[in-house]
């Protein structure tokens, strides 16, 4: 049994969930210890609760301490089965991130899979859906896995309500991924989703994204969404470029000017720019487990996050693979997975 401590780093969900993954693609067992111990509100909360749900539900496997606010859990994988499933969060805790749970371990069964997830879509410090689908998704069927993901209904935090639908075809194999350069920029644009809440704070949004990304308003989107999307609102930025497409996000929160969340993802969107690198920190960590599991990939990346440092430490538990870094010039680091 591997055990993992899930106080390490940046001692977060991703540890939880990265482990699940793992777990269920080697068909090891694992016990992660002191979960999310670093937290304010350490252990299991509804999200990380559904992702070992989610774990067990697709391999009939078990879990011992699945019960929120549980700070340890032993989980012990069975064989992965596709078919149909459905898992409610019933917070606004993200689809994305338990999806992302149990996404790589369904490539290895033997038949396509749906999977239907409902809770928060928009909400921070997790990936958004349109993050998926631009950014992270065309790069997992560069490496073999056509993954569709549709956005059925936005969920917002903090409340919610959203629902996401994944297919998820049988990929076994995964190549390995290159991606030293971002290549030419195609097009650049920003969106402002809306839901429920005066249009102004979308508008005053991508005014600030005009000023300081120098963009012209052909550039700038108002989305506004029908009232069954709940209240919320995000913004996005949508970098395309030959090789790779980079989303950076703001989301609405009361008390937070539309102005300061615009500058929020300006300002990670300019960091990139300047970054030259091909991706940006949250793809950075997100790549790391399907090249791993590919057994050899390269990427360019800005400074290493904890979050990166993190998930490369608990992968190379699970995986015979070493995950090296370099720095490549002033702006850029070069990150190697072989095996
Ligand atoms: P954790 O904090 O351990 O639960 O992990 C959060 C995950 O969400 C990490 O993989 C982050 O890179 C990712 N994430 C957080 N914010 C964003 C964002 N704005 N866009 C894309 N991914 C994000």
Redesign the pocket.
Known sequence: MIIIDGSQG?G???ILRTSLALSLWTQQPVRIEHIRAKRAKPGLLRQHLTAVQAAVAISKGQAKGAELGSRALTFSPGKVQGGDFRFAIGTAGSCT?VLQTILFPLLLAERASTVTITGGTHNP????VD?LQRAFLPLLARMGAPVEVTLKKHGFFPGGGGEIVTRIQPCPILQGLELCERGERRRSFAEAYIASLPVHIAERELKTVGELMNWRKEQLFVRGLSGHNGIGNALGIILEHEHVTEVF?GFGERGVSAETVAKTACDEALDYIASNAAVGP?LA??LLLPLALAGSGRFTMSAPTQ?FTTNAAVIERFLPIRIGVEKKDLTRYDTLIVL
Do not use: I, V, W
């Not at 410090?125 to 958004?128: D, Q, R, T």
């Open positions: 940046e977060e969900g991703q991130l410090s997790a990936p958004p993050f996000t949250h960590d997100q979050h």
